[in-house]
């Protein structure tokens, strides 16, 4: 017993003097403080990435910038904020908690200097949405765009399969692959607890396709209901689809069961049987390895067409905006360079990412595919942001997910609306 | 004889249907073995089961990325490319030894003196103090979790180690004066009387009598408490953020790896086996107390 209260007493004497030293570690950066704390939500790949971006500031500047990704971003920073123990700067996934930041004063509004370089880089729609009360607080670096539609392009191609230009067009493509013996489309809303957001996400694109810009940002803001007859429109659009299971490979419970990234994969399977997923820019991580090889001969991609030609071929997407909590020395040098293309530039080349930039030079897009879909992005009339990501999180996070989930599952579009709508906080 | 020969077959029947449960029990964790074996594409594709059908998708890629950090190719200044390895599993393993050791360590030897006390001495409010310990058992943790940031944020412990081990000392005080209390009151009377009589006082009767007779029930709290705080993500997550890469635990560690929209899960099979090697250790070697443990103070007298 004694050697065991020794061998405790010696490893409790070790833990101090380690804490000691790391204790004097963190002190000697503070006295020179000049760390600056990044924190979002992005991690492994994409970190890495964004570390090599983070780098090119830190040899230019001397700061020392330093990014912290985390699997539990969206509570961590409310926590954070609340305690007072901020990120100097953070990345938000969604305009909503930068509203409620904003409204609660725990970040601080850009300094001039860095809205003048949004004004002269960015269209005005990335301004609006990093905006809150008049003042602007976020910078949109790395974002996303969803309106888009993939397929396995030898066996697309080998098939006479001819890109849709239209609904029409691709209700007549549907058909034209049913017939062939084929699925035409590939979905899965499988994802944790975020299982549905696939749904809401192909609801906002037909929605801005239906109803046009104006009424999708009255459906955001809850100036039409949730039960609108716009809405039940879109729906029945989507019902067209996933609710007919000579459309959807595996039909209602492939859907439901399986995982959004999974779901691009039965495209490249040998024969192949289904041809279309439709899913933002990221999903070409999910795709198999031999086909990431060689993406450019491999896969296909084409914007969702259009349904009513009045509102065109809308981009619906979506991104973080980088947050300042604390106005230090060096924060907003670091906000003003992720408004330069210097910033985007070398993870364009690498892919996986897309970049609003005006200023961007689409030749460093190190595939084909990302530079139609940043052309597609920048030059699009319309763009708007992901819906549920704008909508309370009761219903953008919560019912909105689990009424897309129980719609393919059989319930009826009326009764869906009207509980989603119920579920709107008041 | 005849009594003899049923005997035996009805105890055939039950180790065979031990013997089926185990193997249904296990069914799982070999599925993750064999998967984290494999190539991620095959594993993507097709069920762990279909795996020796195909020996050429079995690969040691995801132990290498695990054990040695992630392969990523990230885009330099000047439009060109580099090959980066990811943070390895090898810090993240130190920082959890870091965190847990104390973490265990600290609870035990307040604990222990706290049962003590609650069962051998009598001070004016010992009930009530015991029934306001009891009482935290059902506190969940969470409700905590803001006030002692912002308290931590005051005296600077906040991504500090020392901080985190008051934390989860703090969390599972509770528990573990409840169960050495259990077991502490029930050492016979008689033998701490006869210590008192040779003139040992509390400290000694402590020391020499209490810790030594309890450590079965030391030894299955520290199990309970090691694995608890090894597999911990929330509270290590709270007060060890902004830390740094360097003092990531492996289990926050394993969810950065696999990536922003888990795309990289199949790492996460690899990892389980290697985050497991050492709960794994602990627990066969302290097994034998473990059992007797379990027992704790749940027969009195």
Known sequence: ?????????????????????????????????????IFGAFRGEEAARFDEIIRIFNEKSGYNAVYEGSPEFETQILVQ?????PPDIAALPQPGIMHKFAQEGYIKPLSSRVIGMIDANYAPVWKDLGSYGGKTYGVFHRVNAKSFVWYPKKAFEAKGYKVPKTWDELRALQDQIVRDGGYPWSIGFESGNATGWVGTDWMEDV????????????WVNHEIPFDHPAVKRALDYLGEIFLNPKY????APYILTTNFGDSVKPLFDKPTKVFMNRQGNFITGFMPQNIQDNLEEEVGVFPLPSIDEKWGTPILGGGDQFVVFNDKPGVQEFMEFLTTWESGAPWAQVGGALFPHKSQDFNDYGNSLEREIAKALVDATVFRFDASDLMPAEVGAGSFWTGMVEYVNGKDAKSVLSDIEKSWPR | MK?????????????LLLILFCLVWTVPTAGILITSFRDSDAAASSGWWTAFGNLKDFTLKNYDEVLGGQRFTVGTAGGGTAARRGASMGSAFLSSITVTLPAVIIPIFIAAAAAYAFAWMSFPGRRILFAMVIALLVVPLQISLIPILRDYQKIGLNGTYLGIWLAHTGFGLPLATYILFNYISTIPRSILESAFIDGANHFTMFVRLIVPLSVPALASFAIFQFIWVWNDLLVALVFLSGGGQMMEVVTVRLMNMAGTRGSDWHLLTAGAFVSMILPLTVFLSLQKYFVKGLLAGSVKG
Do not use: C
């Open chain 1, 1 to 37: 017993m004694r050697k065991f209260s020794k061998v405790m007493l010696f490893v409790l004497v070790l833990m101090l003097v380690m804490q000691g030293v790391w204790a004097q570690g963190t002190k000697e950066t503070a006295a020179q403080d000049k760390t600056i704390r």
């Open chain 1, 248 to 251: 959807v490979y595996g039909g």
């Open chain 2, 3 to 15: 009594r003899a020969v049923k005997m035996t077959r009805s105890a055939k029947i039950i180790t």
């Open chain 1, 207 to 218: 929605m801005l396709r239906t109803a046009g810009p104006e009424v999708y940002d009255q």
């Open chain 1, 81 to 85: 904020a609340e305690a007072g123990t």
